[in-house]
Nanobody
Framework: QVQLVESGGGLVQAGGSLRLSCAAS????????MGWFRQAPGKEREFVAA????????????TYYADSVKGRFTISRNAKNTVDLQMNSLKPEDTAVYYC?????????????????WGQGTQVTVSS
């Protein structure tokens, strides 16, 4: 099993920034894809961003973003087992519970069912 714990959510005004972190522990794989999803009230959980990395070299690789966050959000590897999501120029429509997810493999995935492990989520609220 892989355990994922998110942190860094909170309340921010529109135009502000937040940085989310996801710490992974437990079972390790040779290669991972780490993703961020979000779910607003009454809406489906949607893909935000993903990054591939090697569990052997612990080097980050490819990144991919949803069109709605491209240019505003940045996903990166912060430490050996931590992935960050830097969110700038936040909008009220970014308000949601943000979830970290993980899957073994090397290919970027954007669908919820493609990820095997999930964190509990962290609330992000952007006020207008």
């Amino acid at each position: 099993q892989v355990q994922l714990v998110e942190s860094g959510g909170g309340l921010v005004q529109a135009g502000g920034s937040l940085r989310l972190s996801c710490a992974a522990s437990g079972r390790t794989f040779s290669n991972y894809v780490m993703g961020w999803f979000r779910q607003a009230p009454g809406k489906e959980r949607e893909f935000v961003a993903a990054i591939t990395w090697s569990g052997v070299t612990w080097r980050g690789g490819d990144t991919y973003y949803a069109d709605s966050v491209k240019g505003r959000f940045t996903i990166s590897r912060n430490a050996k087992n931590t992935v960050d999501l830097q969110m700038n120029s936040l909008k009220p429509e970014d308000t949601a519970v943000y979830y970290c997810a993980a899957r073994a493999g090397t290919e970027i995935a954007t669908m919820r069912h493609e990820y095997d492990y999930w964190g509990q989520g962290t609330q992000v609220t952007v006020s207008s």
